[in-house]
């Protein structure tokens, strides 16, 4: 099947510092793929869109200076949180939507989480 | 009223029962449902997928979509404690680059 990685898998930091989430997929190439966040139980709450070679499209109410998206190749997206605050403690999910015709290509495949704690 | 409405659970039963796990939509243009398995801490795995109405077995798992009642449903036979997870549906129109919409996920309980 396919396979998304995401690094680290978790991570302390302290307030006012920036942390970099990597997502690769292992197995296939991605043009598109999406950051999630989730808080416990509760669902997935979709941050922003990632497209290779363009810039992200966030969703409402997601700043996109806080939570900066770079998806600079087929197989790699990073999300850095910026000046990070207690508030963002948290776990975020990337997925990625196989491109190369295995499924049908709207099938996303998820990473298996990073979580965030923000001293 | 949201796109996607999904009762959260607890739902608890015993080993070897058949679970029935559905969720409700408002969106009639929505084409592509899939269930996600999410175990604690972890990412969610895709478990089925199906477009439009019918049935899609897969071993032990039965996904089925009903348009004209705009209802999805996941069976589960013979349910097993490692089943214990949250099951999230998530849907999307089609035609290729729409971002899912999912449900608020149901937490099962498969107790020995």
């Known amino acids: 099947g396919a396979v998304v990685s995401q690094h680290p898998s978790w991570v302390i930091c302290k307030s006012g510092t920036s942390v970099k989430i990597e997502c690769r997929s292992l197995d296939f190439q991605a043009t598109t793929m999406f950051w999630y966040r989730q808080f416990p139980k509760q669902s997935l709450m979709l941050m922003a869109t990632?497209?290779?070679?363009?810039?992200?499209?966030?969703e409402q109410g997601v700043e996109k200076d806080k939570f900066l998206i770079n998806h600079a190749s087929l197989t790699l997206s990073t999300l850095t949180v910026t000046s990070a605050h207690p508030e963002d403690s948290s776990f975020y999910i990337c997925?990625?939507?196989?491109?190369?015709?295995?499924?049908?290509?709207?099938?996303?495949?998820f990473g298996p989480g990073t979580r965030l704690t923000v001293l | 009223q949201k796109e996607v409405e999904q009762d959260p659970g607890p739902l608890s039963v015993p080993e070897g029962a058949i679970v029935s796990l559905n969720c409700t939509y408002s969106n009639s243009a929505f084409q592509y449902f899939m269930w996600y398995r999410q175990y604690s801490r972890k990412g969610p795995e895709l478990l089925m997928y199906?477009?439009?109405?019918g049935n899609k077995e897969d071993g032990r798992f039965t996904a089925q979509v009903d348009k004209s009642s705009k209802y999805i449903s996941l069976f589960i036979r013979d349910s097993q404690p490692s089943d214990s997870a949250t099951y999230l549906c998530?849907?999307?129109?089609?035609?290729?680059?729409?971002?899912?919409?999912f449900g608020a996920g149901t937490r099962l309980a498969v107790h020995p």
């Open positions: 997925s990625a939507r196989d491109t190369g015709g295995r499924e049908p290509s709207d099938t996303q495949y």
């Open positions: 998530a849907m999307t129109l089609s035609g290729g680059y729409n971002k899912l919409i």
């Open positions: 990632s497209n290779e070679g363009s810039k992200a499209t966030y």
């Open positions: 199906t477009y439009s109405s």
